[in-house]
């Protein structure tokens, strides 16, 4: 019966246009639609798999504001059992170590873990660190990228698709696995599982419950910082190329010209 | 209603309709219409998650929620270009009837199959000689022994060819008066005696519209819905909900047209700056989302009266409702072709399939003049032509 943790976070939602705030370079999170992260999805459907054929419990953890109570229930529309949310003003503009480290400290707060599941990485910030560094703080065994995954008894098994390849990988629990995009489609939530996460547990918690200090904590105290960003330059229209028999020729052409082949 | 926004549920329900109906969206639906094909696995996908029965009561399956979540889930298909046209019959009118009035077998027998999508029940109420005049319904059940036989004509009943039974309005003979009055019959698609045959409609839809001959179709007692005496109440329950359903229907239709002309016209360019800049083109696009947000206000009005057992104070609602959503739908489509030019009314674009689509919100599931008749002599107190 493993207990599964899920990370998940609240992300602008890719269909609309994301912006960073003029001051401090961190999310503006008044502009665009915020979500649950299309990955977390994938992360939470395979923690309710991994339930479904084991029993067992799922939390999903939440380190975000206010608002991330949207994807927490979201989350919990999906089936998981209950929520922790790390809530406190004095994590804005936290970076990914520190992020990491107060998802470690609320992992530790959860009893009996056997499996933390991630997503490979965010949509929005995109490190793709987060789990390995929560895996490392915890000193459980790291199996990232995983496109499949399977207990038995205290043993996990992923299968680790990366651009190099397929890895076939095992640890004993408890373990970090992180998934990628191809590990499941995950499943909407059932309306009786819209009306039944309202009454699921969500336990709201600050830094200091956690022991963690507000010193190392902020962007203030962040490790990385974001100096400068502009906006990605509108993609410039295409060329289009009318086929007149001599399509396959005038693509080749276009090729050469751009020096790609 | 005392509120201007809907619950956390209602908009995770909202939310979560919307992003099954994206992953199958417009083009699907309008692709499955024109090669004669059905949208089989997006009702049954939506039954699972139990979108398509979240009215239907939780002892049988269902949501035990309200007719306000079923428009909700119907509004949002239909806003992705997907609208489930039997929403409007099946769980909302055939389920509520049967909820409401039905015998403990018939609820035993039917309602779990509402609640998970695995039932498609039609409505017949229309006759040939009967449209708005449902008072000129001929199709009658006469007792044989404990058994039922009917006989009679409808048109334009839609979804049989998908449906496992229609609930069928007919009328019985009053063993005392000899006068006529209304009986539900729960009727089963392949009953002996039982004929339908597709109407050519003009309509890029996968729901097909249907001549049912039922001649000397012969039912056993339960196919009755509930006591003979109450069939009059049972038509009005179900009427408010169908009402309220097809005005989420057509908001849901004018959603998507607008969504899609607002796309355009902020892409495409043919003078210097994209066509959504010029009035002539933005004006009517606000217009269009002014008055579909009234007629959504309207409608969950009429769902909220309703929910709470305002079954009278639902009705002028919910008439109100249909007519101002048929209207904005109508209106939501016609500038959304206009704004397309000539793309408009191309089937890549899929905008012109909308314009009669759009126009059956105005004639069904009752026509605008008839509400219009209903508001002039109930609202107002105006005295009656016909
Ligand atoms: C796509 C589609 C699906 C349908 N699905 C179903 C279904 O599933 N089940 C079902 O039972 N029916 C269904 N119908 C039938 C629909 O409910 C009727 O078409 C509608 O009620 C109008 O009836 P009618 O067609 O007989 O028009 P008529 O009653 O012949 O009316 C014709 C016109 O005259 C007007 N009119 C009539 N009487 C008056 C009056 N007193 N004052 C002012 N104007 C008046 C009407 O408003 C209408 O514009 C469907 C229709 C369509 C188009
Ligand atoms: C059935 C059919 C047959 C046709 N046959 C022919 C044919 O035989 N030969 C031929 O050459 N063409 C033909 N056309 C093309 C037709 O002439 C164009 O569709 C029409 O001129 C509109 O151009 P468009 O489609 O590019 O729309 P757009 O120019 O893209 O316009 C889109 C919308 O924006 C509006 N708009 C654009 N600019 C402005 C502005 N400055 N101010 C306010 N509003 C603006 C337009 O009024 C329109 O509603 C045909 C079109 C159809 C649908």
Known sequence: MPNIVVLVKQVPDTYSERKLSEGDHTLDRDFADAV??????????????????????????CVGPDRATDAIRKGLSMGADKAIHVLDDALHGSDLLQTAKVLAAAIRTVEDVDLVIAGNEASDGAGGAVPAVVAELLGYPQLTHAREVTVDGTTVKVTRETEDGLTHLEASLPAVVSVGEKINEPRYPSFKGIMAAKKKPVETVDIADLGVDAGDVGLANAWSTVVEAAPKPPREAGQRVEDDGDGGVKIAEYLVGQKLI | MNTFTESEERQALRAAVADLGRRYGGEWFQRKARGGEKTTELWTEAGKLGYL?????????????????????????????????????SPAICATIITRFGTDEQKQAWLPRFADGSLRMAFAITEPDAGSNAHKLTTTARRDGDDWVLNGRKVFISGVDEAAAVLVVGRTEDARTGRLKPALFIVPTDAPGFEYQPIEMDIVSPDKQFMLFLDDVRLPADALVGSQDAALMQLFAGLNPERIMAASFAVGMGRYALDRAVAYAGDRS????????????????????????????MTQKAAALYDSGDDAGAGESANMAKYAAAEASIKAVDAAVQAHGGNGLTAEYGMGALVAASRVNRIAPVSREMILNFVAQNTLGLPKSY
């Open chain 1, 36 to 61: 649950l992260d299309e990955i977390n999805e994938r992360a939470i459907e395979e923690a309710l798999q991994i339930k479904e054929a084991h029993d067992g419990e799922v939390t999903v953890l």
């Open chain 2, 53 to 89: 029965g979240v009215n239907v009561p939780e002892e049988y399956g269902g949501g035990g929620g309200t007719i306000g979540d079923l428009a909700a889930v119907c509004e949002e298909l239909s806003a992705a270009g997907c609208g489930l046209l039997l929403m409007v019959v």
């Open chain 2, 270 to 297: 043919v003078w210097s700056t994209p066509i959504g800049a010029h009035q002539g083109i933005a004006h009517p696009l606000a217009v269009a989302k002014i008055e579909l947000e009234l007629a959504k206000l």
